[in-house]
Every structure is written in structure tokens, then in C-alpha cells.
């Protein structure tokens, strides 16, 4: 009977260490995040390529102005600039605001859900008789950054995703969410998905937010208006390299701890 207790014991330390997992793997991320958005991560990078004035350059030749006021406390490389994001954008657009439908015939059309941080799912859609008119001007694209503009959720609100491997489907989204399109190829919307998705960002994002009838709610101005610590192109692509590889490394041990717990849970119950 001891020896049944002893592995009892032995199973349910294992269920503790194996629950503890997701919390570890959730800090893991957003530190991160917060390394790859204040440039630690790629500091040795800028050492080996001499970068000074990358993004001051890169300003330059798009046109675009550094923000002088209102700069964040974050501190960011010397050769980093602080932008409002709005500069960088050639479109930002709310979608349809027409209900739509669960069942064919109609154009596939996003909910409100398949935006999560750093993801959007195309899962889960509903369908919308659109004009001619409407599938050109809502139409979603590879590379498009999609913001969350009203969620019950505050976690959920400002929220964004890049919308990827569409391979040719033709989907529009509703009018809960926001798209955004960069004005150049030399800023990365993988980059400021990863931006946005850090906690110094999401503070500032949720700060702008107002609730009404159980809703929070922030605007397409306020997204714009944020500050965004940018990089040059070739630093935002090796910051997009990295912080890929390690999170496809979380990734990979959340899905090894997710079969042990149905091997653990496939023990004898707790006592």
C-alpha cells in the first residue's frame, strides 16, 4: 500500500510541475516580446553590422517624421526611431457592419474572434451577400495587420493579427474589426504584430479604451496615434527571424506538456 502511495504522490507532483508549464511559457513570451521591442534581443546583430542611423535613414526616404512629443519611457537603440503608427500606414479601415449570415451563399466573412494576438483564424467564418463594389474594398490580403475595435473582453480589445496563407480565398471582415495596410515594403507587419503584442504596448493600447453597455471599445485614431519603436528593415526581419525561433520553441514544448498531461491524466485519479 505504501508503494500505491508513493506513486500516487510521484503522479500528482507531475500534474503540479505540468500545470505550472503554461503560466512559465506565457512569461517566457512576453519577455520575449519586451527583449525584441527595446532592441535587446538583436543588440550583438547591430554590434556585428555597424548599425547607427538605420531608421533615421529609413524615415527619410519614405517621408515620414519621428515624434518629438509624447515619447514613451521605453528605452529603445540610437538608431531606432519612435513613430506614430498612423505614419506608417497606407490604409486603415473599419470592416462591414451588414449581419451576415451562418449558412451559403455569400462571401466569406471574419468574426470578431478569428483575431487573437498574433493570429487570425479563418476557421470559423459567416457568410455576406456583398456587392461587386464591397468584396474590392473589403477584402482581406496576405500581410494585412487586423485590430480588434470592440470585444467584451479588455484582454481581447486592440488586440492584432497578420493575416496569412489566405492562398488566393476571398474573405472580407465585419466592421468589429480594423484593418490596417503598411505604406512600404520596408515596414514589416510581422514586426509590428510582435510590436503590439508586447506589454509596454498593450498598456497603452488598452489605456485608450471606453466601455459602454458591457463593451470596450477603442478607435481607429487612437490605434493610429500609438507610438511604435521602428527599427530599420534589416534589424525588423532579423528581430522577425528570432523571435520566431524561439517561439516556435515554446510552441514545441507546450505541445510535449500537452501530451504528457493526457499521459498523466490517464493515471489513476487523485486521491
Request: aromatic share 6%.
Amino acid at each position: 500500500m505504501a508503494a500505491v502511495e508513493r506513486i500516487l504522490d510521484r503522479v500528482n507532483a507531475a500534474r503540479a510541475r505540468l500545470d505550472r508549464v503554461p503560466t512559465t511559457l506565457k512569461r517566457f513570451r512576453q519577455a520575449v516580446l519586451a527583449t525584441a521591442c527595446s532592441g535587446q534581443l538583436t543588440a550583438d546583430w547591430r554590434e556585428k553590422n555597424a548599425i547607427v542611423d538605420g531608421t533615421g535613414l529609413l524615415l527619410h526616404k519614405l517621408g515620414i517624421s519621428a515624434i518629438s512629443e509624447g515619447i514613451p519611457d521605453d528605452n529603445i537603440p540610437v538608431s531606432w526611431r519612435w513613430v506614430k503608427f498612423g505614419s506608417l500606414l497606407a490604409e486603415f479601415k473599419n470592416g462591414l457592419s451588414t449581419k451576415p449570415s451562418q449558412t451559403l451563399p455569400g462571401v466569406p466573412i471574419l468574426r470578431i474572434n478569428a483575431v487573437r494576438p498574433g493570429e487570425v483564424s479563418f476557421a470559423d467564418l459567416r457568410y455576406l451577400d456583398c456587392s461587386a463594389d464591397q468584396r474590392t474594398a473589403y477584402a482581406i490580403r496576405d500581410g494585412d495587420l487586423l485590430f480588434t475595435r470592440y470585444n467584451g473582453s479588455i484582454d481581447l480589445l486592440g488586440v492584432c493579427g497578420v493575416v496569412r496563407g489566405l492562398n488566393g480565398k476571398e474573405i472580407v471582415y465585419p466592421d468589429k474589426l480594423m484593418r490596417a495596410r503598411m505604406a512600404s515594403n520596408d515596414i514589416l507587419p510581422d514586426y509590428c504584430e510582435l510590436f503590439f503584442g508586447s506589454s509596454t504596448a498593450r498598456e497603452r493600447m488598452v489605456g485608450k479604451s471606453k466601455s459602454s453597455a458591457g463593451q470596450n471599445g477603442i478607435s481607429g485614431a487612437d490605434v493610429k496615434a500609438q507610438p511604435l519603436a521602428l527599427p530599420p528593415l534589416a534589424e525588423q526581419q532579423e528581430i522577425v527571424k528570432r523571435v520566431s525561433a524561439l517561439f516556435a520553441r515554446a510552441d514545441a514544448i507546450e505541445a510535449a506538456v500537452t501530451a504528457a498531461r493526457k499521459r498523466v491524466d490517464g493515471s489513476r485519479p487523485v486521491k
